[in-house]
C-alpha cells in the first residue's frame, strides 16, 4: 500500500544553520500536510500543501511539493532552540486516511 | 475551547490485564482516529472511524477494540494487553478524511506501559 518515506530520522544542528528533512511518497499524492511534535507533546499541524511544485513559507520555514506530486521537503533556515522537535509529513493512504512518514528529530545544539 | 481529550494520560498495566482508553472531541468532527507512536516508528494507525457508529481497521489493528457510540466519543480496547501494546497513544479527530486534505487535530498522548 501506500508508504510514505521521510528522511533523515535523525538531525544535529547548530543554532543557526540550516535544516532541511525531505518525504517521498511511492505514488502520487492529492494532497501533502506537515506537523510537528515538541519532545513530550502531541503533533501539531503546520501547513499543507496541494498543489504540484507549490512552495509555502512560515517565517524561517519554507514547505515545497514536488512537480509529481510524489516528494516534499520542510526547510527550515537558521534554527532556533525553540525548533527542536520531530517533523512529520503525512499524505492520504490507501485507506484514505492519513498516512504518517517515520518523522525526523531535529536537535539544535546552542 | 478543549479540542481532543484523552484518559489517562498514564497507565501501567500487568500483562493480560484489560483497559480501555478514552477520547472525547468537542468540534463535531465526524472522523476520529486512534494512533500508537513507537521510536522510530512514526505514527501509526490502528483504528479509524468516519462516523458515530462506524469503525474501521488501520495499519495495526490486532489486540485493539473500538468504538464510537456517541460522535464525540471514541473508545480504545486493549482486551488483552501484551507487552508489546507499550506505546504512546494518540487520539485524533478531523472534519473529513485525509483524501480530502483535511487537517488532523491530535489529543495529548495516553503513555502506556505493559509489564
Known amino acids: 500500500g501506500q508508504q510514505v518515506m521521510q528522511i533523515p530520522q535523525y538531525q544535529h544542528v547548530q543554532e543557526g544553520e540550516d535544516f532541511t528533512t525531505y518525504c517521498n511518497s511511492s505514488t502520487t499524492l492529492s494532497n501533502i500536510q506537515w506537523y510537528k511534535q515538541r519532545p513530550g507533546g502531541h503533533p501539531v499541524f503546520l501547513i499543507q500543501?496541494?498543489?504540484?511544485?507549490e512552495v509555502k513559507k512560515q517565517k524561517r520555514l519554507t514547505f515545497q511539493f514536488g512537480e509529481a506530486k510524489k516528494n516534499s521537503s520542510l526547510h527550515i533556515t537558521a534554527t532556533q532552540t525553540t525548533d527542536v522537535g520531530t517533523y512529520f509529513c503525512a499524505g492520504p493512504g490507501s485507506a484514505r486516511q492519513l498516512t504518517f512518514g517515520s518523522g525526523t528529530q531535529l536537535t539544535v545544539l546552542p | 475551547n478543549a479540542g481532543v481529550t484523552q484518559t489517562p494520560k498514564f497507565r501501567v498495566l500487568k500483562t493480560g490485564q484489560s483497559m480501555t482508553l478514552l477520547c472525547a472531541q468537542d468540534?463535531?468532527?465526524?472522523?476520529m482516529y486512534w494512533y500508537r507512536q513507537d521510536p522510530g516508528m512514526g505514527l501509526r494507525l490502528i483504528h479509524y472511524?468516519?462516523?458515530?457508529?462506524?469503525?474501521a481497521k488501520g495499519e495495526v489493528p490486532d489486540g485493539y477494540n473500538v468504538s464510537r457510540l456517541k460522535k464525540q466519543n471514541f473508545l480504545l480496547g486493549l482486551e488483552s494487553a501484551a507487552p508489546s501494546q507499550t506505546s504512546v497513544y494518540f487520539c485524533?479527530?478531523?472534519?473529513?478524511?485525509?483524501?480530502?486534505?483535511?487537517?488532523?487535530?491530535f489529543g495529548e498522548g495516553s503513555w502506556l506501559t505493559v509489564v
Open positions: 500543501l496541494v498543489k504540484s511544485g
Open positions: 485524533a479527530s478531523s472534519y473529513a478524511g485525509g483524501v480530502a486534505g483535511n487537517t488532523i487535530y
Open positions: 468540534m463535531n468532527h465526524e472522523y
Open positions: 472511524s468516519v462516523g458515530e457508529g462506524t469503525t
